[in-house]
Structures are given as structure tokens and as C-alpha cells.
């Protein structure tokens, strides 16, 4: 999930409530694997077999939370063909800082 500078700048009480929405569905997420995956099927009408989606939803090479994971690599590699102007020293250079205090990569 991502937005720009602008956005937020603009409308900072619909991004303060996208983030707390997505923080809070992240948990529920976490906490309620088989009601999370049943929401999948409904809302989206996947025909994905549920324990496919329950085996996702509960692997633990995955997680639901919204702070930043493995992205150094992918922003180094953006930078170096050319996508991104500087290159990155860290995570928090390309993160806004309301999740600064997130253990990120």
C-alpha cells in the first residue's frame, strides 16, 4: 500500500484513517485466520479452495501488519536502474514517519 507526499498532505484525516483501518485489519487478521479467510471468499468471490487461503493467512513466511519488511533490496535495486533519483540509506527514507518506529527493513 502506498500514496504521495500530496495526498497526504491533503487529506490527512482520510490517510490517518486509512492507516489506522489497515493497522486494525492487519491485527484482526493475525488473530482471526479462518473468519479472515471466509471475509476473502465473501467479499472478493475467490473460488481459491478456504484451507488454500488458511494456509496463507496462517504460514509464517507471511505476516499482516503494516510495518515494512525487506524493502531496502527492492529500493537499492530501483535505484541502480535508474527509477530512483537517491539511493536509499534506509528504510525510513522512503517511509513516511508515522511508522518510523516500526522495526522495518
Not at 493475525?30 to 471475509?39: I, V, W
Amino acid at each position: 500500500v502506498y500514496t504521495t507526499e500530496k495526498f497526504r498532505t491533503d487529506n490527512p484525516k482520510t490517510y490517518d484513517a486509512f492507516v489506522d483501518a489497515f493497522t486494525e485489519a492487519s491485527a484482526w487478521i493475525g488473530e482471526n485466520p479462518e473468519a479472515a479467510a471466509d471475509t476473502y471468499i465473501r467479499v472478493t468471490g475467490s473460488k481459491l479452495d478456504r484451507a488454500l487461503i488458511l494456509s496463507i493467512l496462517t504460514d509464517e513466511r507471511f505476516t499482516f501488519d503494516p510495518t515494512p519488511r525487506n524493502t531496502e533490496a527492492l529500493a537499492h535495486f530501483l535505484h541502480d536502474v535508474g527509477a530512483l533519483k537517491n539511493r536509499p540509506e534506509t528504510w525510513r527514507d522512503y517511509f513516511f514517519d508515522t511508522i518510523h518506529d516500526q522495526k522495518g527493513s
